[in-house]
């Protein structure tokens, strides 16, 4: 028996967002003082998801630098749009704050694509190093161009390919294989040179895909994954870690220009102060993820990274003239 699209949904998504749009999370710290501005702020997932917990933290602690001043109401992916909407939400001013992936920026930003490249960082104290020194803050510095201020970084874990039963051991056995990515042309570019067939679709209709065999693989965050519930309908979790995934907190220029100087730097404070918060809880839940996933069935594949690494080499090839010849080999010295 075929599943309807709602009821497949509603295994997928927590009840509260079924039908009617879940309530966002608005801090409360009992100052006597009345919020005098209310951010949106959004990211891309459920909210099972364990960022909201960070997301909680980071509005607590501006409506504390604020004495109360700055309330800041967290939303998730479908509340205000869909992922890729974000971006444009955050550029006209609809959307205050947001934390989104790099591999969304980089649909408006291409040289973002520089942190994407396949297989760069070797692990995650190699990310943050770059991502911490004067290249990863040039990049940020960039955006205000767009329309967005870019204020911090994070981490929303290692995307790994996923599946509902092949193990991709090897580069070679992704031929054929049609699979859903993120939005950015690196990400198209990856997967065809791998044999593989990528398409876009938005997370909220992953499930359903997966289970009605319209795609056959997704490669998203193991922590992804599990807050959405997939691994009810992916068989495999292939580690190929191939993007690191970072995470980036964004402010709208539109926005943040109209604010009082001291709500400004206040928020500025609180985004940097999130970034060891984020990363520390990505990885520690990561794990109990993947511990979790398991548990109820899941394989946990590893892979041949260096394999994966030479397949994917025409990629950096490819994009170094949208990227920059000396930017990528900054990132890529830096990086080794």
Known sequence: MTLSRRALLARALPTAVIGTVAMPFVAR???ATTAQHTLKMVYPDTPTHPFMAVAKRFAENVKAKTDGA??????TTGQLGSQVNMLTGIQTGIIDLCAHTSGFV?????????????SLFRDAATAERVLDSATGTKLLSELPAK???GLSYGHFGWRVVSTTGRVVEKPDQMKGMKIRVQPGAIFASMFNSLGASPVQIDLSELYLALSQH?????????ISMFASKHY????????????????VMMGSKRKLDSLDPKYQEAIRAASKEMTPDWRSTIAEKTDEAVAGMRAAGVAVQTVDRS???SALQPVYD???PTIGAELMDEVVKQAS
């Open 29 to 31: 710290s009992g100052f």
């Open 70 to 75: 700055v309330e800041v109401q967290v939303f």
């Open 106 to 118: 980089q649909t408006l930003y291409p040289k973002f694509m520089v942190v994407d490249l396949p």
């Open 147 to 149: 329309g967005i201020y």
């Open 214 to 222: 319209a795609i056959e693989a997704i490669e998203t965050p193991a």
């Open 232 to 247: 009810e309908v992916v068989k495999v979790i292939n580690q190929t870690n191939h993007v690191y995934n970072v995470g």
């Open 307 to 309: 394999a994966y690494r």
């Open 318 to 320: 490819q994009f170094r």
